[in-house]
């Protein structure tokens, strides 16, 4: 019988015919395995499976924010949000880089007001450049508690529950990741900055849910001090980047890292221009990914690259096939499509991602274009990640 269907298939639709159904089966299995099974595991993920590090629910813990710029619009905002989250005990540790003494003043003063919050200045001097690293070093080790939680002043989180649940993630391992997405603003720029964020971190949060980590968010991370100071704190001195990624693949192993995926674990980076200026984010922090493990630099390569494909296989099977094998190539675009929209819809959902689906067909169709060109740009040295 199944002679008779491949003689039948092989005579009506020749060898040609043959070989472009084996590329769009075989480029539909590696996008099943992506959107079916390794980033489904987002949404399905539950932290609590893994063995306890500590007994306490309720582990200190030391916010350590860096302030490079008189940022008052912070000090109203985004710092109140980490001064009143519902958790005990913690703390909130600023450091101000920066050489403007009535505005340390004013943040030194919210210490009547917030017991919890601490301060600190490292005198600006445009001989001697702060990096962030130094910075968050100095945070370090003015802090008061074990359990370290890195943010930034463009971040803020969504709850007031986020310290919370990303406290409790340090009772399953001693780093702990989170998500950060940008702030929800109107216009196509801004979905695609989203989105773009979306899927790149279902890369590096399925490879840690496969005990493979690689990174975190500077935004939203944790690690404890004594992990810190046992590899003799950051590396890569000579970058301004990398203390979420390349000074985390230094410490990283397979089981010592805790995921936190939650809404209201999740934190809201600000957008603070359109095209031109997030393209130089990209470039900035992308400085570091030449230095990554060659699993994780391809992991996302082999997506992309058998998406692309797939759409030019099944493409051309409507193109120039005759009408049944137009039909089945187009229905298996659609069952691939419904795979994809199913896990962007939940794990958006999981991550507190909203209004991603919508428009995702195209974003789905020119993501691995775009990929590219960020690609590229990441290939031009960027002076200013480099000390």
Request: charged share 20%; net charge positive.
């Amino acid at each position: 019988m199944i002679e008779q269907y491949w003689n039948f298939f092989v005579e009506h639709y020749g060898w040609q015919g043959v070989a472009l159904a084996a590329a769009i089966l075989a480029l539909l299995g590696i996008q099943v395995y992506y959107y079916a099974i390794a980033y489904a595991r987002i949404a399905k993920y539950r932290n609590d499976r893994r063995p306890r590090r500590i007994e306490s629910n309720t582990p200190e813990i030391s916010v350590i924010v860096t302030l490079y710029n008189e940022n008052s619009a912070y000090l109203e905002s985004g710092l109140l949000q980490l001064l009143s989250q519902e958790y005990s005990p913690y703390e909130v540790v600023v450091v101000y880089v920066g050489s403007d003494n009535d505005f340390y003043e004013d943040l030194s003063r919210m210490r009547l007001y917030y017991p919890n919050l601490r301060t600190t200045k490292i005198e600006a001097k445009s001989r001697f450049p702060i990096s962030p690293k130094m910075a968050i070093n100095v945070g370090i080790k003015a802090a008061q508690h074990e359990h370290i939680i890195l943010t930034t002043p463009d971040a803020e989180p969504r709850s007031t529950r986020w310290l919370a649940l990303m406290a409790k993630g340090f009772t399953r391992g001693d780093i702990v990741i989170g998500y950060c997405g940008y702030e929800r603003t109107k216009g196509i720029a801004n979905y695609i900055m989203r989105v773009e964020r979306l899927t790149s971190a279902m890369e590096w949060l399925s490879s840690a849910i496969r005990r493979h980590p690689y990174r975190g968010d500077r935004n939203n991370l944790g690690f404890t001090k004594s992990l810190y100071f046992s590899v003799n704190g950051f590396g890569n001195l000579n970058m301004n980047t990398g203390e979420d990624d390349l000074f985390m693949q230094q410490i990283m192993t397979r089981d010592n890292v805790s995921i936190v995926l939650s809404p209201r674990a999740m934190v809201s980076e600000k957008c603070w221009g359109g095209w031109r200026w997030w393209l130089s984010q990209k470039r900035y922090f992308g400085s570091t990914h030449r230095f990554y493990p060659t699993d994780a630099r391809t992991f996302g390569h082999w997506e992309r690259g058998s998406r692309l494909l797939f759409f030019a296989t099944v493409g051309t099977a409507l193109a120039v096939m005759p009408l049944e094998y137009k039909i089945a190539a187009g229905a298996l675009l659609l069952l691939r499509y419904a795979i994809v929209a199913t896990t962007i819809h939940r794990t958006g959902k999981r991550l507190g991602e909203q209004g991603i689906v919508a428009a995702y067909p195209l974003h789905d169709l020119f993501g691995p274009l775009l990929s590219l060109f960020i690609g590229s740009i990441t290939l031009q040295k960027d002076p200013s990640a480099w000390r």
